[in-house]
Nanobody, 127 residues
Framework: VQLQASGGGLVQPGGSLRLTCATS????????TGWFRQAPGKEREGVSC????????FYADSVKGRFTISRDDAKNTVYLQMNRQKTEDTARYYC?????????????????????WGQGTQVTVSS
């Protein structure tokens, strides 16, 4: 399994970016996929994730209404559309995937439950 994140960059506050996670070795409807981020000096946090059990989607409170996760199963690709960005969105963003059974419904929201990770892409929101 390989994950390749791209699309990061420098954007002004209020601007938009779309992150792309190209996957290989992942069966999209059998794997949960998610975006996580980590800012300097902070812990990694979940941004948005899609469950492999029922397709449920999780958004962190800080991004609800601004970010949208989507998945193109034909292209084995997961996207994160980020709109109305804020300076606090500055972080390195990682995509992750996991196809195992975890035994509780909210596991897909937790970074420690994911086995496969991409290398990350830097997003900087600054004027």
């Amino acid at each position: 399994v390989q994950l390749q994140a791209s699309g990061g960059g420098l954007v002004q506050p209020g601007g938009s970016l779309r992150l792309t996670c190209a996957t290989s070795g992942v069966t999209p409807d059998h794997y949960a996929t998610g975006w996580f981020r980590q800012a300097p000096g902070k812990e990694r946090e979940g941004v948005s994730c899609i469950s492999n059990d029922d397709g449920m989607i999780f958004y962190a409170d800080s991004v609800k209404g601004r970010f949208t996760i989507s998945r193109d199963d034909a292209k084995n690709t997961v996207y994160l559309q980020m709109n109305r960005q804020k300076t606090e969105d500055t972080a390195r963003y990682y995509c992750a995937a996991d196809g195992r059974t975890h035994g509780y419904s909210t596991w897909y929201q937790k970074s420690e439950e994911y086995m496969y990770w991409g290398q990350g892409t830097q997003v900087t929101v600054s004027s």
